[in-house]
């Protein structure tokens, strides 16, 4: 067990995965494993783990972004606006919603890299900058977003319905739309970490930022490139969010998304202090996240005990994760 877990950093917090839904399953009197409730949690996985694993691009190289959660909300309610008042296919407005992340990247990548501003003041100051904006475009007020096939139904819109169609049809899929695309999304950063030039430069910056410049590694290009490709993503994640709801709403952000994002980063093994980190173990860390968050309430337990719950977990997992690291030092020595 002490070589599993020292060789795969996604191992621990599996088995605590596991744990956690057998826990549950009992608590619940078999409740928890439904197909009904498995979809909530899934999705939530799937929203939470796209933000965790753009995080984890970020802490892999000593950076990080608060502000994941309001571009996560400004792409879509953009997108959705655009469709309404210009008539703009949702496919377009999805377009320019994620090259709208992707410049916020750049430009918080810029501010921090080039003008030597920390990320963590550079973020917070768009957080703010990006929830002002988006919550004075239309007067803080939810937009139905319109919908337009097949865009809603491949990117959120859940078709399944419990007494006609089989969990395995197309239509049963479609329950578990944002999670499909969040695995997606972390497989392709899983191999871009561990079999791409660009994931090797990545956790170089991370691990050794003087040593990975003196062989050659662009440090302030990675740093920007991750930045660009975060931002892409939460504001992918907030237009599957958006088709999933058919609602654009201003506050589907809030900066408590996305500390719990970081949370699922740090519990699925990343280090705060750069240098590794793990795609894979992210998402683990979003379904871990997402799981106390509607687990508690079936075995009875308050909503307002998550975050003690979250806070412990988050505790262990640190600690879990030095121990683990330091296991491998061990052995590699």
Same mark, same amino acid.
């Given at each position: 067990?002490?070589t599993?877990?020292?060789?795969?950093?996604?191992? =621990?917090?599996a088995?605590?995965a596991?744990?956690?839904?057998?826990?549950?399953?009992?608590?619940?009197n078999g409740?928890?494993?439904t197909?009904?409730?498995m979809?909530?949690?899934?999705?939530?996985?799937g929203?939470?783990?796209?933000?965790?694993?753009?995080?984890?691009m970020?802490?892999?190289?000593?950076? #990080?972004?608060?502000?994941l959660s309001?571009?996560?909300?400004?792409?879509?309610?953009?997108?959705?606006l655009?469709?309404?008042?210009?008539?703009?296919?949702?496919?377009?407005?999805a377009?320019?919603?994620?090259?709208?992340?992707?410049?916020?990247?750049?430009?918080?990548?810029?501010?921090?890299?080039r003008?030597?501003v920390p990320?963590?003041?550079?973020?917070?100051?768009?957080?703010?900058l990006?929830?002002?904006?988006?919550?004075?475009?239309?007067?803080?007020?939810?937009?139905?977003a319109?919908?337009e096939?097949?865009?809603?139904?491949?990117?959120?819109?859940s078709?399944y =319905?419990?007494?006609?169609?089989?969990?395995?049809s197309?239509?049963?899929?479609?329950?578990?739309?944002?999670?499909?695309?969040?695995?997606?999304?972390?497989?392709?950063l899983a191999?871009a970490?561990? %079999?791409?030039?660009f994931g090797?430069?990545?956790?170089?910056t991370?691990s050794?930022i003087?040593?990975?410049?003196?062989?050659?590694?662009?440090?302030?290009r990675? %740093? #920007?490139?991750?930045?660009?490709?975060?931002g892409g993503i939460? /504001?992918?994640a907030?237009?599957?969010?958006?088709a999933?709801? =058919?609602?654009?709403?201003?506050? /589907?952000?809030?900066p408590f998304l996305?500390?719990?994002?970081?949370?699922a980063?740090v #519990?699925?093994?990343?280090?705060?202090?750069?240098?590794?980190g793990?795609a894979?173990? =992210?998402?683990?860390g979003?379904?871990?996240?997402?799981?106390?968050?509607?687990?508690l309430?079936m075995?009875?337990?308050?909503?307002?005990?998550?975050d003690?719950?979250?806070? /412990?977990?988050?505790?262990?997992?640190?600690i #879990?994760?030095?121990?683990?690291?330091?296991?491998?030092?061990?052995?590699?020595?």
């Open positions: 067990m002490a599993v877990l020292s060789r795969y950093r996604e191992a =621990s917090i088995v605590v596991v744990l956690l839904v057998i826990y549950f399953q009992f608590g619940s409740g928890f494993l197909t009904q409730l979809s909530v949690v899934l999705r939530d996985t929203r939470l783990g796209m933000i965790s694993a753009a995080e984890v970020l802490m892999i190289t000593g950076e #990080i972004d608060l502000s309001s571009t996560f909300s400004l792409a879509p309610y953009l997108m959705v655009m469709s309404i008042t210009w008539g703009l296919p949702l496919f377009a407005g377009l320019i919603g994620i090259l709208l992340g992707i410049a916020v990247g750049f430009i918080n990548g810029f501010i921090t890299v003008l030597r990320s963590l003041i550079t973020t917070v100051g768009t957080l703010f990006l929830q002002g904006i988006t919550v004075s475009i239309y007067d803080s007020q939810p937009i139905v319109p919908v096939e097949p865009f809603n139904s491949i990117f959120g819109e078709l =319905s419990p007494t006609t169609d089989s969990l395995f197309p239509h049963g899929l479609t329950a578990f739309t944002p999670f499909l695309w969040a695995l997606l999304v972390v497989v392709a191999l970490l561990t %079999k791409t030039r090797l430069h990545t956790i170089a991370g050794n003087t040593g990975a410049r003196e062989i050659g590694v662009r440090t302030d990675i %740093k #920007i490139y991750n930045f660009m490709i975060a939460a /504001a992918f907030g237009i599957i969010n958006t999933e709801f =058919s609602s654009a709403d201003p506050t /589907a952000g809030s996305t500390l719990q994002a970081i949370a980063a #519990i699925g093994g990343t280090s705060l202090l750069g240098g590794s793990t894979i173990g =992210s998402l683990i979003a379904f871990v996240v997402a799981s106390l968050n509607n687990g309430v075995v009875g337990a308050q909503a307002t005990t998550s003690i719950y979250l806070g /412990a977990a988050i505790i262990a997992a640190m #879990i994760n030095v121990q683990v690291d330091r296991l491998r030092t061990r052995r590699r020595t």
